[in-house]
C-alpha cells in the first residue's frame, strides 16, 4: 500500500481526498477532470466550436493547474489517517486493565479518563474507574462515579458489579475488609462480561 501511495500524486487533489478524505481533495479532483475534460472537447471533438488559441488556453490551463497541484501535494504530502476513535478507544482500555492488574494505579487511571474523553458512554471503562478509585482509598470519588453510572442507561449491562462495588465502598467505609473471596476478584467483573455487550473483555 506504501508503494501506491506516491501514485496519488498523479491527479490534483488524490493525494488528500484518498488519504485522509479531504472535501477540498475532492472539489481540487473534481475541478481538474472538468478542466480535462473541457480540453479533451476542444481539441477533438468540439473542434468547430474553438479557435486554436482558445484550445492552447485550455491545455495551458490543466497544465498549470497540474503542475501546481502536483508540487504543493508533493511538498505536503499527507499521511494516512490513524486507527479511529473506537480502535484508538479500544486500544486505551486495553493499556488501562493491563495498567490495573499490574496494580499501576496512576498509569491505569490516566489511561481510564483519556478513554472516557473519546468514548463518554463507555460504561466498563467507568467502572473499572469507580474500582480503581475504590482499591486507592478515594472512596467518596469512587461512589460518585459508580452512582451516575448505575443511573445511567450505560449502566444497565453492570448493575450487579456497580452494586458489589458500592457495597464495598461501604463495608470499607464501615472499617471493613475485604473477604479473601473479595481481595481475589481483582477486576469488578470476576466471572465474565455480561452477554449483552458484545466486545469480549478479559476478566
Known amino acids: ?10 491527479w490534483p ?14 472539489t481540487l479532483a473534481l475541478a481538474f477532470a472538468v478542466a480535462l475534460d473541457m480540453a479533451i472537447i476542444a481539441t477533438w ?17 490543466v497544465a498549470v493547474v497540474w503542475v501546481i497541484a502536483t508540487v504543493s501535494a508533493a511538498t505536503t504530502f499527507p ?23 499490574a496494580r499501576d ?3 491505569a487511571e490516566t489511561k481510564l479518563r483519556a478513554l472516557l474523553v473519546l468514548r463518554p458512554t463507555d460504561g466498563e471503562a467507568q467502572l473499572l474507574l469507580g474500582t480503581l478509585l475504590r482499591r486507592v482509598g478515594r472512596l ?14 450505560v449502566g444497565v449491562p453492570w448493575r450487579s458489579a456497580i452494586a458489589r462495588e458500592i457495597g ?31 466486545k469480549e473483555r478479559a476478566a
Open 1 to 10: 500500500m506504501r508503494v501506491l501511495r506516491p501514485l496519488t500524486l498523479v
Open 13 to 26: 487533489g488524490l493525494a488528500w481526498l484518498w488519504l485522509r478524505g479531504s472535501g477540498a481533495g475532492l
Open 45 to 61: 471533438i468540439w473542434t468547430e466550436f474553438f479557435e486554436l488559441p482558445a484550445v492552447i488556453g485550455l491545455w495551458a490551463g
Open 79 to 101: 499521511t494516512p489517517l490513524q486507527a479511529g476513535p473506537d480502535a484508538v478507544a479500544d486500544a486505551l482500555f486495553t493499556a488501562a486493565r493491563d495498567a490495573y492488574l
Open 105 to 107: 494505579w496512576l498509569a
Open 140 to 153: 467518596r470519588e469512587a461512589r460518585t462515579a459508580l452512582e451516575a453510572l448505575s443511573r445511567s442507561d
Open 168 to 198: 464495598r465502598i461501604a463495608k470499607t467505609a464501615a472499617g471493613g475488609a475485604d473477604s479473601p473471596a473479595e481481595q481475589a476478584a481483582i477486576l469488578p467483573l470476576a466471572v465474565g462480561v455480561p452477554t449483552a455487550v458484545p
